[in-house]
């Protein structure tokens, strides 16, 4: 049967078409081991006065993990590791990671070696049953020179080796003075990504944060491909209320602000490493928080994140 010209390239563009559209749906598709999740700082208020009742709230909505944002004394919310584990267990909930601060009281400097403040915290987070364990914060006292951050980067590879013991990972959190704060000619993110170990220390991007020192999320994703297997997928607005701080931006509710948050969380998924997605919203324009992070979560599954 003889084709004709006309349907011959017909045929190669449809196909064309095909397989790029394949390829894209390739791309966008979920990767292995992906998850998302919530960080309960979203709903702080409420996991102060109602814990077990918030985090009910949120399974119902479909949330499958949690991220927390309270350890002290050895308790997540005021429950022991394994008190709070079986809490999330009998709402069909996991806490692949959580947020605590490891400073100067964590690390004895003399002895070259972490306190049992810090190896208990490595410790509950294994019970709890976290793949991460993160640091949201780097104290300015431990930054102050290039050669204290570089000192410093070397016990965040020594975290690593304490988490790996217990099969899990260290990580850091970004906020937005790590791009501003230069030191020899380098920034503190800078510095903070060429001397931690990716074997060891996980980069937890907040794609809203580090708007507040005018810096795009895509382009840090892009500058580091492979580096980021946990993001913060966060909106920002410019505050509606006064300035906090350095803080001239605020989150909302995901899709509605500058971030362009399917961009960088597509990107994420395609080259940036990324496989914990983890939904946080700090403002909420009038609306209750848990609204919020209903809507939230019904975007993200619109989005293909589930």
């Not at 390829?23 to 309960?40: C, I, R, S």
Request: a neutral charge; proline letters at 2%.
């Amino acid at each position: 049967m003889k084709t004709s010209r006309r349907d011959f390239i017909r045929k190669g563009v449809l196909a064309a078409i095909g397989s790029n559209a394949i390829a894209g749906a390739l791309l966008a598709a979920k990767q292995k081991n992906e998850l998302m999740g919530l960080q309960l700082y979203s709903v702080r208020n409420e996991m102060k006065t109602d814990p077990l009742g918030t985090l009910r709230q949120v399974a119902e909505m479909g949330y499958k993990n949690v991220e927390h944002a309270s350890y002290t004394e050895r308790k997540f919310y005021g429950y022991s590791a394994k008190e709070f584990r079986k809490i999330l267990d009998d709402l069909g909930l996991r806490m692949p990671s959580g947020h605590t601060e490891m400073g100067k009281l964590h690390w004895d400097a003399d002895k070259k070696e972490f306190t049992d403040l810090w190896k208990f915290t490595v410790e509950d987070a294994a019970i709890a049953g976290q793949e991460f364990v993160i640091s949201p914060s780097l104290d300015k006292n431990l930054r102050k020179t290039a050669d204290d951050l570089k000192g410093y980067m070397d016990v965040f590879n020594k975290s690593g080796m304490l988490c790996k013991k217990s099969g899990m990972k260290f990580g850091y959190h970004n906020h937005w003075f790590e791009f501003s704060g230069m030191l020899d000619g380098s920034s503190v993110y800078d510095i903070i990504m060429e001397y931690t170990d990716p074997e060891l220390v996980v980069q937890q991007i907040d794609i809203g944060n580090l708007y507040n020192d005018n810096v795009k999320a895509i382009d840090i994703v892009r500058k580091y491909p492979g580096r980021f297997q946990s993001m913060h997928v966060k909106d920002e607005i410019p505050r509606t209320g006064d300035v906090v701080g350095d803080e001239i931006y605020e989150s909302t509710i995901l899709g509605a602000g500058i971030v362009n948050v399917k961009e960088v969380i597509d990107l994420g998924r395609k080259s940036g490493g990324t496989r914990h997605f983890i939904i946080e919203q700090e403002s909420y324009q009038g609306k209750t928080p848990l609204a919020c992070v209903k809507e939230d979560l019904a975007i993200m599954k619109k989005w293909g994140y589930y």
